[in-house]
């Protein structure tokens, strides 16, 4: 592994421990909420099958800079199905996907139903962690990797039927 795939993979592991937190403030129980998940178009490693898409509202990116952002999801996806087995059932699926012309998506799917309404509001309060996490480690291994423009970080929150329970998009600032 390369030192940008540690770093990649560094990145991921702090922004999960701060999911993790946020997941364990978040109850169990049905949801309220019935919105359906946005469609990616990358590879995923779960222990359940997600759908795949495209996504053709992003701006094309740069051959260098959609390779770059392709390489850090491929290096990460390899750590998925040992982050899946640490969170022992929180997550069914955790999937890491690139969009163009530079976002890195994280979308996390719990493994039960947790209610929606006490989920948001667990995870809105680690919203600001997770925009430290972008800044501190995130953002500078994206740009180590050579992804050098429009750097995103969308983190997305399923429940396990699907619906979408939140979503916050770290910016560079």
């Known amino acids: 592994m390369t030192i940008s795939g540690r770093r990649a993979s560094a ?8 999911l993790a937190l946020g997941a364990a403030l978040a ?36 051959d260098d800079q ?10 990460a ?20 996907a690139g969009e163009d012309p530079g976002t890195l998506v994280y979308r996390y799917t719990y493994g039960q139903q947790v209610d929606g309404a006490t989920a948001k509001a667990a995870l809105e309060k680690q919203y600001s962690t997770l925009q430290s996490s972008c800044e501190a480690s995130v953002f500078p291994a994206m740009k180590a990797a050579g992804v050098t423009t429009d750097r995103e ?19 560079e600032k």
């Open 11 to 18: 990145s991921l592991l702090s922004a999960l421990s701060v």
């Open 66 to 75: 959609h390779e770059a952002l392709a390489s850090m999801v491929s290096q």
């Open 27 to 62: 109850g169990c129980g049905s949801s309220d909420s019935t919105s359906t998940p946005k469609e990616s178009t990358s590879a995923t490693a779960s222990s359940s099958d997600s759908a795949s898409g495209s996504d053709d509202t992003a701006a094309p990116a740069s």
């Open 153 to 171: 970080v969308l983190y997305e929150f399923h429940n396990s039927d699907g619906a979408t329970i939140g979503s916050y998009t770290c910016t």
């Open 77 to 96: 996806q390899g750590q998925v199905a040992d982050l899946i087995k640490m969170f022992k059932g929180l997550y069914s699926d955790i999937e890491i």
